[in-house]
């Protein structure tokens, strides 16, 4: 089955530490997004990457580090300098930046304390 | 970037219909997206418009008027398991990006 995967489904870090998050997908999708939703927000954009080994800064890329050196992988980094880690992180892709649609992995909820 | 206003909160009996209404600002509209996504789990995929005009799909239908900046989706026969977070997300080629911009979403609660 074709897909996007996310693990943990549930993360908890104590303060100061730095954590990855995992996503694959095997629906060779060139693009890959890294997403964040808090309590009664829409998604905001941390960072995307179009193609293997180039990714660029999204909306609220400050404190968060992301690679892709594979088209099936693009790990999150939430670092020690993000102020309000805890949120629910979500990961997509897409066949290109002007595809139909996104597809989404099933999230991660990140929790520090 | 874009301005999306979409209602925090909509509640609706089973068997009946709501619209979900959507607006936005942007200079080089490119699509509007509209995702379900129940509580904890990922957004999936209801409907796309990128031209004036009604597009159906079963029992959910979307709208979108590119004058006004103005969509709609229209959900028919109600279940409760259509309880749910509606997300509104419009693209924009401005500068290149084409990554789609969320609203907040709206909460939709189906009662009995």
């Known amino acids: 089955d074709g897909g996007i995967t996310q693990s943990p489904k549930y993360l908890f870090r104590k303060e100061g530490q730095n954590v990855t998050l995992s996503c694959e997908q095997n629906l060779n999708h060139d693009a890959m997004y890294w997403y964040r939703q808090d309590p009664g927000q829409g998604l905001r954009l941390i960072y995307y990457s179009q193609i293997v080994n180039d990714f660029q800064k999204g909306d609220i890329a400050e404190g968060y580090s992301v690679s892709r050196e594979k088209k099936e992988s693009f790990p999150l980094t939430v670092t020690s300098a993000q102020k309000n880690p805890t949120a629910f992180y979500l990961c997509?892709?897409?066949?290109?930046?002007?595809?139909?649609?996104?597809?989404f992995g099933p999230g991660t909820r990140l929790t520090v304390t | 970037g874009q301005n999306i206003d979409q209602p925090t909160e909509m509640t609706a009996t089973e068997g009946a219909i709501v619209q979900i209404n959507c607006t936005y600002q942007t200079s080089g509209f490119n699509g509007l997206f509209w995702y379900q996504q129940h509580a904890g789990e990922a957004p999936t995929f209801l409907s796309y418009n990128v031209l004036d005009g009604l597009e159906e799909k079963g029992r959910f239908s979307s709208f979108l008027s590119r004058s006004k900046g103005y969509s709609y989706l229209l959900l028919k026969e109600l279940q409760m398991k259509d309880s749910a977070s509606y997300l509104c997300a419009v693209r924009d080629s401005t500068g290149g990006s084409y990554i789609p911009t969320f609203g907040r979403g709206t909460s939709l609660i189906v009662h009995p």
């Open positions: 997509a892709s897409s066949t290109g930046q002007t595809s139909y649609e996104q597809y």
